[in-house]
């Protein structure tokens, strides 16, 4: 069932000396607020990462309550990053609705085939679309960056077949000008590491069900209240295979036993810690070209 969360604006909490924008972002940012205002209502594929927070909070700048934020929950969806984007979104003061998708059903994204993303994004954007034409909305619009261009990101694919706009994309703005303008415009989430779906933690052919899902999430979590904030659990049946920062081996090790006990609680036999240290979008090393999508 669909659920709508009306946020109240807050006050900033943002401290310190915030640096003046160059022309040059000046005018991406000027692009962008032309464009959204140009497309007068709209709904933000939102997920509360740095992206999509910045085009819901640039489009709810520029048309009010003609933006509807739309944040898909599925299980792939960590129970703390939802709870993270409903709080941004009570920052900017966006309308979101929490709408289930039940990627999972069908069994061409559980089997985890090399362009699972798809099929994600596929159902979520259908999803969008329902709501769009029976609620008046003009445009579907989604985070993608300027960087994102070249990545191996079948999730694109969709997207661009369903008529998806990417206002950021189309401005020209990169990670590093998104988490700029972010900062500026006082998002408190301008410098969030990316956090990808839970599924990604999956190898390509192994089948993605609720319980691996949840294993991974629950193993997670518990790293995060180690202190660990940029981590990955990634999932070889009995074995963890931790992705950390390499400057963070130190600190992991320091609370080894720690560790051990709280990724064993989550259903794991075997706790490993990758030596490589953490890369977003590690498992796309087993594909040709090792081009990386998260």
Request: hydrophobic share 40%; glycine share 8%; with cysteine.
């Amino acid at each position: 069932m669909a659920q709508t969360v009306r946020t109240p604006i807050e006050l900033s909490t943002w401290e310190g000396e915030v640096p003046e924008l160059t022309q040059e972002l000046r005018r991406k940012w000027e692009i962008l607020q032309r464009s959204i205002r140009d497309w007068r209502r709209v709904i933000v594929a939102y997920s509360g990462g740095v992206d999509s927070s910045l085009v819901l909070k640039v489009a709810y700048d520029v048309l009010g309550e003609d933006v509807l934020g739309v944040i898909a929950d599925s299980p792939s969806l960590p129970r703390e990053e939802l709870q993270a984007a409903l709080e941004v979104a009570r920052h900017i003061g966006a309308r979101v609705r929490i709408i289930e998708t039940e990627e999972l059903d069908n069994p061409a994204y559980a089997a985890n085939p090399t362009n699972r993303c798809y099929f994600c994004k596929a159902t979520l954007h259908d999803a969008l679309w329902a709501i769009a034409r029976a609620e008046g909305y003009r445009y579907i619009l989604d985070g993608t960056n300027a960087d994102d261009v070249g990545d191996y990101r079948p999730g694109q694919q969709a997207a661009r077949e369903r008529g998806v706009r990417s206002p950021l994309l189309e401005a020209g703005l990169t990670k590093a000008d998104v988490r700029a303008l972010a900062r500026y415009l006082g998002l408190p989430n301008w410098n969030k590491p990316a956090m990808a779906c839970l599924s990604s933690r999956v190898p390509y052919g192994t089948p993605i069900t609720r319980q691996v899902l949840r294993q991974i999430e629950t193993a997670e979590a518990a790293l995060h209240r180690l202190g660990f904030t940029q981590c990955r659990v990634r999932h070889h049946g009995t074995v963890a295979r931790i992705e950390v920062p390499l400057a963070d081996f130190p600190r992991l090790l320091a609370v080894r036993e720690r560790v051990i006990q709280a990724v064993r609680a989550a259903g794991y036999t075997y706790v490993t810690l990758d030596l490589a240290g953490f890369r977003s979008g590690s498992g796309n090393e087993v594909l040709a070209g090792a081009l990386h999508d998260r």
